[in-house]
C-alpha cells in the first residue's frame, strides 16, 4: 500500500482511518504519529484504546515510582507510550523501561530496534485481561525480559518472565523488578491505594519518596 493511497478520516471518529491497513513496515514507520498510538502486527496497521482516567492514573504513577529510583541511581532510561520496532511487529507499551547498559547512545535514537527490558500494560475498560495476556507473552517471545499486566477490576498484577510460570500478584505482595531493576520496592497494595485519589482527602504534604494511601 502506498503512504500516499491514505483514506479520508471518518468524521468525529477517534479510529486512525490507517486501521486494518496492510502494509509494510518501513511505509507504517513513515506513517504520522497519532493518537491513540499506532501499533503494526504482522503487516496490518492496528491501534491502541484511548486512556480513560482510571488507566492515565496508573499509567503516570507507575511511571513516576520508576523513574525516581532508575534517573537518581542512573540505572536506565523509562518511558511512556514509546513503540519499538521488530521485523513484523512495532508494539507500543502503556510504560517501558531500558537498562543504562542497553543503550548504546546517549541520545534518544529514532525508533528503539531492541525490546525492552520491561514492558508493562495497564487494561482499559475496553480490553481484555486476555488479549494483554497474549501481549505480553509475545513480549518474551521478542526478547523483554519482564512483562506486566496491571488489572484494575481485580486489583491483581500479572508477571510474566520467559521459562518461569505466570505470577497473580495481589494485596501485600511485592512486585519484584529486582533482575531488572534492583531496589525497586512497591507491592500491589500500595499501587493500586496510590491510584485511590481519596489520599487527596489528607491533610499536609507529600514529601519526596512519599507514597500516598488512602
Known amino acids: 500500500m502506498a503512504i500516499s493511497g491514505r483514506p479520508e478520516s471518518p468524521a468525529q471518529s ?16 513513515a506513517l504520522p504519529e497519532e493518537g491513540p498510538s499506532l501499533e503494526y502486527d504482522d503487516g496490518v496497521v492496528t491501534q491502541k484504546v484511548a486512556a480513560k482516567p482510571v488507566h492515565g492514573s496508573f499509567q503516570s504513577f507507575i511511571y513516576d515510582v520508576l523513574n525516581q529510583l532508575a534517573r537518581s541511581r542512573r540505572l536506565g532510561i523509562v518511558l511512556t507510550e514509546t513503540r519499538f520496532v521488530t521485523p513484523s511487529w512495532a508494539p507500543v507499551p502503556d510504560v517501558l523501561y531500558y537498562r543504562k547498559e542497553r ?7 529514532a525508533d528503539f530496534t531492541d525490546p525492552p527490558d520491561l514492558a508493562i500494560e495497564i487494561v482499559s475498560p475496553e480490553q481484555t485481561v486476555t488479549s494483554l495476556m497474549k501481549k505480553c507473552q509475545r513480549y518474551l517471545a ?54 485511590n485519589w481519596s489520599w487527596l482527602d489528607d491533610e499536609g504534604e507529600l514529601t519526596d519518596g512519599d507514597t500516598p494511601t488512602s
Open 103 to 109: 543503550l548504546t547512545t546517549r541520545r534518544p535514537p
Open 14 to 29: 477517534d479510529v486512525s482511518p490507517w486501521v486494518g491497513q496492510r502494509m509494510t513496515l518501513d511505509e507504517f514507520l
Open 142 to 195: 521478542v526478547g523483554v525480559k519482564v512483562a506486566l499486566v496491571v488489572d484494575p477490576a481485580a486489583d491483581a498484577v500479572l508477571a510474566f518472565r520467559p521459562g518461569q510460570p505466570l505470577q497473580i500478584l495481589q494485596g501485600d505482595d511485592r512486585i519484584d523488578l529486582d533482575d531488572v531493576l534492583p531496589g525497586f520496592e512497591l507491592t500491589v497494595q500500595q499501587l493500586f491505594e496510590a491510584v
